[in-house]
């Protein structure tokens, strides 16, 4: 008679959905919102596509209103690096899941 060799399987792995976070911007230029808007614009389609620019208008920066949108997490350093010299200098505040994105300025007395 034989035996039957039962071998373990492997562990699969989880198949767990990409994190999401969840981003709010807006435009706080005075002189020129319109063009900040457009080099804003740039990043967020990068981060994650044309559909996240619904109601990201000129009105809408002029009016300094908030626009919210949802990134993968994979995408979230390179829309922060491309962001960050608009926050330093104060053209555009920007939120990631609730929290305010520092300036990387630091003021010495």
């Known amino acids: ?21 969840t981003i709010r911007l807006r ?15 740039y990043h967020v389609v990068h981060a994650r596509g044309f559909p996240a620019l ?3 208008t ?7 209103r908030w626009h919210s949108f949802q990134v993968k997490a994979h995408n979230l350093p390179r829309f922060t690096r491309g962001m960050r ?5 104060g053209l555009v505040e920007l939120r990631i899941d ?6 990387g300025i630091r003021r010495r007395a």
């Open 1 to 21: 008679m034989t035996n039957v060799l039962y071998f373990p399987r492997p562990y699969r792995r989880a198949s767990v959905r990409a994190k999401l976070h």
């Open 27 to 41: 435009v706080l230029d005075e002189r020129n919102p319109a063009y900040t808007r457009h080099r804003t614009q």
């Open 54 to 56: 619904r109601g990201f």
């Open 58 to 64: 000129d009105a809408n920066a002029r009016r300094h």
């Open 85 to 89: 010299s608009m926050v330093d200098r």
């Open 98 to 103: 609730g929290k305010a994105l520092q300036t």
